[in-house]
């Protein structure tokens, strides 16, 4: 079975802050792993995906995220956070995606 | 440009009710999908279907039944509401191409089980 460990429940920054967050999977075979946000109020939309190729993958409004193999890793980066960057973010992998528990990132203007 | 459309988007009923949440997309994807979101737990599937008549169950389908007659629809039922599925569901369909596992969600439908 696979699963997906987000550490970080609540995250709280102040704008131009840099940002990581955490994403740890448990799976054995070929991955998938993507990142969701999801803005308050709204529905779940793609931040970014990694398949295959270059593990280091950017998405839309500034995020990477790197995938690192040996370490079943795929944490989410933005060097400087905006308030609208508040949401709740979640990383899955594979087709059914399995999804981690979330984060709320809040950010302070 | 519809893409993918729940309905409705709250809905209060009582226990031992049957509610059926609907599923609308307008994008001919193969693969949809229903979860539904808890504090603590994240997004869990509850059900999947990899095309028309296929379905399949995912991590939380006990209370549940779906049904895929149609492609663009993918309606989820509760046979017999319970409180402990008072939760936000959310509908998300996908193609077979190379984008295959970018999941395109619905706007959710927020469930109260009195």
């Known amino acids: 079975a696979q699963s997906v460990s987000q550490h970080n429940h609540h995250v709280i920054l102040s704008e131009a802050a840099s940002l990581e967050l955490g994403c740890n999977y448990s799976y054995g075979g070929t991955v998938n792993l993507f990142w969701y946000v999801q803005y308050p109020g709204q529905h779940l939309q793609l931040l970014l995906k990694y398949f295959s190729g270059d593990p280091l993958v950017k998405g839309i409004k500034g995020f990477e995220a790197e995938f690192i193999k040996s370490k079943f890793s795929f944490n989410l980066r933005k060097p400087s956070v905006q308030w609208s960057d508040t949401a709740e973010y979640f990383c899955?992998?594979?087709?059914?995606?399995?999804f981690g528990t979330g984060t709320r990132l809040t950010i302070i203007p | 440009d519809a893409g993918i459309t729940q309905s409705p988007r709250y809905k209060i009923t009582e226990t031992g009710r049957q509610v059926t949440l609907m599923c609308h997309q307008t994008?001919?994807?193969?693969?949809m999908f229903w979860y539904r979101q808890d504090l603590g737990h994240g997004l869990r599937l509850i059900y999947y279907s990899a095309a028309a008549d296929i379905t399949d169950k995912g991590e939380v389908p006990d209370g549940y039944v779906v049904s895929r007659s149609k492609t663009e629809n993918f309606p989820l039922t509760l046979e017999s509401a319970t409180r402990s599925q008072t939760s936000v569901y959310f509908c998300a369909s996908s193609d077979r191409g190379r984008t295959k596992n970018i999941q395109y969600f619905g706007a959710g439908t927020r469930l109260s089980v009195l």
């Open positions: 899955a992998v594979n087709e059914k995606l399995t």
């Open positions: 994008w001919s994807h193969s693969y």
